[in-house]
């Protein structure tokens, strides 16, 4: 089945310690997004790939970035983690043509 | 204000009831509208994708829209106990065809219990 993959389910890191959170997809889709999504909030959206083509969002921190080496995979970098970044980030993908977006499981982070 | 606006709940409802969930927003250029599924510690899962003012049924699920009023809902027949999840509005800001970002409602947290 065609799915959108997110390693590891879980993670935890310390403060301060830089973490990386994977995510792949066998849809072939052009869009990939990085969301994060904290405790009985709505998703946040961090940014996004247009194949190649970064877009950040405005209110983004800078201790997040992200690298998208191919089509099937994309990468969340959070540089030096505050306990405030504590949350459940998600990704997901869609064609270009199509608002339509397909999420991952998800990856909860924990920071000590 | 946001732009969208969710009750979060919780709501507990028994097994049979009908569900009523419900979202306003402020925006009158959003055209297109979603309702994502999301059990506790997975991902949101698209359930409903509705254009225009009115109706859209599958299954035992109804997503409703009324333009005039800046007013979606989403009805759940019959509820069941696998139905308990949080549910999310959303609305893509660059339209239904076009991929970009979607901004939520906070989420409706609903229990249907036995």
């Known amino acids: 089945d065609a799915m959108v993959i997110q390693n590891p389910r879980y993670q935890v890191t310390q403060f301060g310690k830089p973490v990386t959170l994977s995510c792949s997809q066998t849809?072939?889709?052009?869009?990939m997004y990085w969301y994060q999504q904290k405790s009985s909030q709505a998703p946040k959206l961090l940014f996004h790939?247009?194949?190649?083509?970064?877009?950040n969002e405005a209110d983004t921190p800078d201790n997040f970035q992200s690298r998208r080496p191919n089509t099937s995979f994309c990468f969340l970098d959070i540089r030096s983690p505050g306990l405030g970044d504590a949350a459940m980030y998600l990704c997901?993908?869609?064609?270009?043509?199509?608002?339509?977006?397909?999420f991952g499981p998800g990856t909860r982070l924990t920071v000590t | 204000q946001k732009e969208v606006e969710q009750d979060p709940g919780p709501l507990s409802v028994p097994e049979g009831a009908i569900v009523s969930l419900n979202c306003t927003y402020s925006?009158?250029?959003?055209?297109?509208f979603m309702w994502y599924r999301q059990y506790s510690r997975k991902g949101p899962e698209l359930l409903m994708y509705?254009?225009?003012?009115g109706n859209k049924e599958d299954g035992r699920f109804t997503a409703q829209v009324d333009k005039s009023s800046k007013y979606i809902s989403l009805f759940i027949r019959d509820s069941q106990p696998s139905d308990s999840a949080t549910y999310l509005c959303a609305t893509p800001n660059a339209g239904g065809t076009s991929y970009g970002k979607l901004t939520f409602g906070q989420g409706t947290i609903l229990t249907v219990h036995p």
């Open positions: 997901a993908t869609s064609r270009a043509t199509s608002s339509e977006q397909y």
């Open positions: 849809l072939n889709h052009n869009v």
């Open positions: 509705t254009y225009s003012s």
């Open positions: 790939y247009y194949d190649k083509d970064f877009n």
């Open positions: 925006n009158s250029a959003f055209q297109y």
